[in-house]
């Protein structure tokens, strides 16, 4: 059976079955039989949805919401299989992130100009597009009732432009995305969950990361829910974490500016030492051959997104 986590406040997770298991969470809301889906995965994780609403009882007709913290293919490359199969879901996404939804060919180039396109067609397979009626965009403080259950919608950049967060209202935490970063569960060391952020191509923006972030804390979540992998508590300490290795990775990127051909192979390097380093600071013993498994597509993502971010500075 795939992951799952039934957090008892009427928010679960499981496993979104993309790549490897317990690498992505897909996330559910129900009140009162309606449910809202918090991003999607891949193709390949319709199953995994179908088999949740199972077990909670409930049909493909009770999805009322598919929302998609942004556009990034492992959050959201399963949305079009996920709006035919449920007849009266909307979906809600960014306003930057709607028109590449309803018509994803752009989506598909740009991702296969990173990826290449052998490996977008394997891993996601055919991105099927969404009738723009169906499209619901959430600007800044859009609010979308599930059964009377109010989710808010926050415009968050920082990660990527198209990038929200929603609050939910019942419980004041907030579903993250990857603005509140990595928290992989194979790292934890009894209760402490270790958190690094994703600074991937092509919009990372770390002034605009660090005011998202702390536009996320000025709500006092008790807890936040990552895709990437669910549920982290202890919030403010946890942001603290995130605020020092991002302003660490950043510093690497400006230290290897001027590197030339060799930039890249140097951010990625470094950034990769100083990762393990605070994995091991944390407390964790696992073989570097499994922190590289884990971490691989990652490690190479950042160096990618720190490259491009510099190349946006001036002199």
Known sequence: MFDWRDYGNGIVAFDAGYVRPILAAIHMVIENGRVAIIDTGSNDSLPNALAALERLGLGSAAVDYVFLTHIHLDHAGGAGRMLQCFPNARLVVHPRGARHMAEPSKLIAGVSAVYGAEYVERVYGEIQPIPAERIIEAADGHVVSLAGRELLCLDTPGHARHHICIVDTRTTEIFTGDMFGLSYRELDVGDRQFIFPTTTPTQFEPDEMRKSIARLLSYRPEA???????????????????????DAMVNIALQEKAAGDERHVRIKERTTDYLFSAIRAHGCTLPDAELHAIWATDLELNAQGLGVWLDTLKG
């Open 224 to 246: 936040m829910y990552l895709t990437h992998y669910s549920r982290v508590g202890d919030v403010a300490s946890k942001a603290d974490s995130l605020l020092r290795h991002l």
